[in-house]
Each structure stands twice: as C-alpha cells, then as structure tokens.
C-alpha cells in the first residue's frame, strides 16, 4: 500500500508562496500518479493537479500559472508548489495516489490525512 503522507502546510499572507509535500513511499516503484485536491471549510472538494505516470501533468484553471506540481522519485515525494497564493486558496489539501502498474493498481488508489492551507488577506 502506498500511503501517502502531506507535510508544508500552514498560513500565509495573500500574494505568498507555499510549497506543500506528499511522501509517499513506493509510488514511483509502484507506478501510481499523484493527485492533489482540496477541500474548503463547506466540504466541498476540488481537483487542484495531476502529475501522471508519463510524467505529464494537469492543472485546474484557477490555479494555472501559480502552481507547479514536481516530483523527486529519489525521496518519493511530489511537490506542490503554490505562489501568488489568495485567501480563495484557503483548504485542506490532500494528496492522493492513482493507477499503478499492472499487477500493482492496488498499492495505489489512497489519500492522505490532509495538510491545512489558510491565506490571510
């Protein structure tokens, strides 16, 4: 099981950087993808990046151009790093494991406990 763990959380002025990480032991090996959603105090959660197998990555639009999602397969970590942060990016992050290759898709497929983001205007 790649379970994954988030880190770098915390508050910030708006306009700030943040830079969020998501170990997750195995998910290179694995061949799992990470994604990041958030979920804002109403509970309401949204798909926030992708960084896939093939190394390709997506991004929701509100955050295009200030987030950047990376990896470091030497520490099996995925990073999100988050500038020109705005109070409307207040949300628990979480990180989450996907696909995995074949004979594997079971070790992914997880979320973690979640990392708090607060923007303070």
């Known amino acids: 099981v790649v ?3 988030e880190s770098g959380g915390g508050l910030v002025q ?4 943040l830079r969020l990480s998501c170990t997750a032991p195995g ?3 694995n061949g799992c993808g990470v994604d990041w959603s958030r979920q804002d105090v109403g509970g309401q959660r949204e798909w926030v990046s992708s960084l896939r197998t093939d190394g390709t990555t997506g991004y929701t639009d ?3 151009g200030r987030f950047t999602i990376s990896k470091d397969k030497a ?3 995925v990073y999100l ?15 989450k494991t996907f696909g995995g ?3 594997r898709a079971g070790e992914c ?4 406990q979640g990392t708090q983001v607060t923007v303070s205007s």
């Open 27 to 29: 998910f290179t090996s």
């Open 3 to 5: 379970q994954p763990v």
């Open 75 to 77: 520490k099996d970590t």
């Open 109 to 112: 497929g997880y979320w973690g």
């Open 62 to 64: 509100s955050v295009k």
């Open 101 to 103: 290759s074949p004979g």
């Open 81 to 95: 790093q988050m500038n020109k942060l705005t109070p409307e990016d207040t949300a628990m992050y979480f990180c």
């Open 14 to 17: 708006s306009g700030g950087s």
